[in-house]
């Protein structure tokens, strides 16, 4: 199976300051997607990358993937408390046919005020 | 955009009684939906593939017989827990996805606790 290692696993910043979070594949990603949890809740949809060199930004959130499509990073920038919250990678790992995700275990992101 | 709505958000229930849980694609039909069980500070584990009108696909170690999976239409999926045990007490997501090119929609979830 492909698994996808995140890090780091929990992460506090003070509010203001800029994160990155990894997420990391054994194998090549057919397609590597981003989403937020608040814990008991569902899941958001945060950025959906594709191609190897993407990149895309919603306001203060950027997601990269990387050429070789092995490696992508979420980087915040002049974090927020409304940020707060556990982050989880997820790639396609049946080429685009059916879309089954899995995940990577999350990072746990503090923002304190 | 997308919405799927998941229900109930939360559950208790005695050990050998049956569960069910909806997931509902609000604005969009789904053929396929994915259920998928979450433990406390783990990440989501897929269970199976709800095929619309047909038998769903579980995924390895996931028991079939006791996990029950009906997509009866184009927008509701359902899931039953069946003679529920304390150990399947745990949080259960169903997502979606609105089209070819759209990322997965997720519901809020299932609390599930059996005592």
């Known amino acids: 199976s492909q698994e996808l290692e995140q890090s780091p696993q929990s992460l506090i910043v003070q509010e203001g300051k800029n994160l990155t979070i990894n997420c990391t594949s054994s194998k090549t990603l057919y397609g590597l997607y981003w989403y937020k949890q608040k814990y008991g809740e569902g899941l958001i949809f945060l950025m959906m990358l594709q191609k190897g060199g993407e990149e895309k930004s919603h306001e203060k959130i950027t997601a990269k993937l990387d050429e070789k499509k092995q490696q992508s990073s979420l980087h915040i920038t002049a974090s927020q408390p409304s940020h707060a919250g556990i982050y989880l990678c997820?790639?396609?790992?049946?080429?685009?046919?059916?879309?089954?995700?899995?995940f990577g275990k999350g990072t746990l992101l503090t923002v304190n005020p | 955009g997308a919405v799927v709505s998941q229900h109930p958000s939360w559950v208790i229930c005695k050990s050998g009684t049956s569960v069910k849980i909806e997931c509902r694609s609000l604005?969009?039909?789904?053929?396929?939906m994915f259920w998928y069980r979450q433990f406390p500070k783990q990440s989501l584990m897929l269970m199976a593939t709800s095929n619309e009108g047909s038998k769903a696909t579980y995924e390895q170690g996931v028991e079939k017989d006791k996990f029950l999976i009906n997509h009866a239409s184009l927008t509701l999926s359902t899931l039953t827990v069946t003679s529920a045990h304390p150990e399947d007490s745990s949080f259960y997501i169903c997502?979606?996805?609105?089209?070819?090119?759209?990322?997965?929609?997720f519901g809020n979830g299932t609390r599930l606790t059996v005592t």
């Open positions: 997820g790639a396609d790992r049946s080429g685009g046919s059916n879309y089954k995700l899995t």
């Open positions: 997502s979606a996805r609105g089209g070819f090119s759209s990322p997965l929609h």
């Open positions: 604005d969009f039909q789904a053929t396929t």
